[in-house]
């Protein structure tokens, strides 16, 4: 057993989320019982999720994906309703980190895919931009952009959606990326003159700058590219505090 606030203190020293001009609030969004010793991870803290995490008996839920955006309906009603609505019922602690998780040089999503993925981090993808969301680098093995779409597939459990820029023939060497709705970034790619960018979604538009800009693109899955960043972060809190951590994948295809 933990107390929620020592376990918060604990994931606000490591991913400083005040460092963030984010869409959302960091840290705990809905408070639970106060002594947690299972804790549930998953990207996005859907209704599918809890209901697992009941069955679970977990303590506290730990998500990339929240809730309270700017921007949304604030009324508590519908969807948002049922989903506080049994987070309060179960006493169940919502605990969310948006960019600061995308950010991390150690357990953030775009850490984990560099792992996965076999990339060197070199630089920030967005010139002048700290704490850095995404990031430019080199591939510690070369390959072909067949190649590449192969070795994505097959880390991610999802066929990336591939976008040819220009001579298949020639070896990536370089590669900007960015999980989730990142597919903007790719003009920092651009500017940053890498052969290859990936991110998880991707855009009508996107397919023309890419083609255009003589780029290749891999929209690799939102969901698929924020899998790993969470469960790091779970592992991360069972090993320091000795809890119960459970990854549990509610499947989206986007």
């Not at 609505?85 to 984990?112: F, Q, R, S, T, W």
């Not at 709705?181 to 009508?204: C, F, K, N, P, R």
């Not at 996107?206 to 924020?226: C, D, L, M, Q, S």
Request: aromatic share 8%; hydrophobic share 40%; with cysteine.
């Amino acid at each position: 057993m933990e107390n929620i606030q020592t376990v918060l203190e604990a994931l606000n020293t490591l991913l400083e989320p005040w460092k963030f001009k984010d869409y959302c609030p960091n840290g705990l969004q809905v408070e639970g019982r106060p002594e947690i010793r299972k804790i549930v991870t998953g990207v996005t803290a859907c209704q599918a999720l809890i209901e697992r995490a009941v069955e679970e008996d977990a303590d506290m839920i730990l998500v990339h994906h929240g809730y309270f955006w700017k921007g949304e309906d604030s009324r508590v009603v519908g969807t948002k309703k049922r989903r506080l609505a049994l987070l309060l019922n179960k006493e169940i602690n919502l605990v969310a980190y948006h960019l600061p998780l995308d950010a991390h040089m150690e357990l953030g999503n775009n850490a984990c895919l560099a792992k996965l993925l076999g990339i060197k981090v070199k630089q920030a993808l967005v010139q002048g931009e700290d704490p850095a969301v995404g990031f430019i680098g080199e591939l510690e093995e070369p390959c072909f952009a067949d190649e590449l779409t192969e070795k994505i597939a097959v880390v991610l459990q999802r066929k990336p959606m591939f976008i040819s820029g220009h001579d298949r023939h020639e070896k990536i060497h370089s590669i900007g990326w960015c999980s989730g709705a990142a597919q903007g970034y790719i003009d920092h790619a651009i500017t940053q003159g890498v052969d290859a960018y990936l991110s998880g979604e991707i855009s009508e538009h996107t397919v023309h700058t890419a083609r255009e800009n003589g780029i290749h693109y891999f929209a690799a899955g939102h969901h698929a590219t924020e899998r790993y960043g969470v469960q790091a972060l779970g592992e991360y809190l069972a090993d320091k505090f000795s809890l119960e951590h459970q990854f549990i994948d509610i499947d989206n295809p986007v």
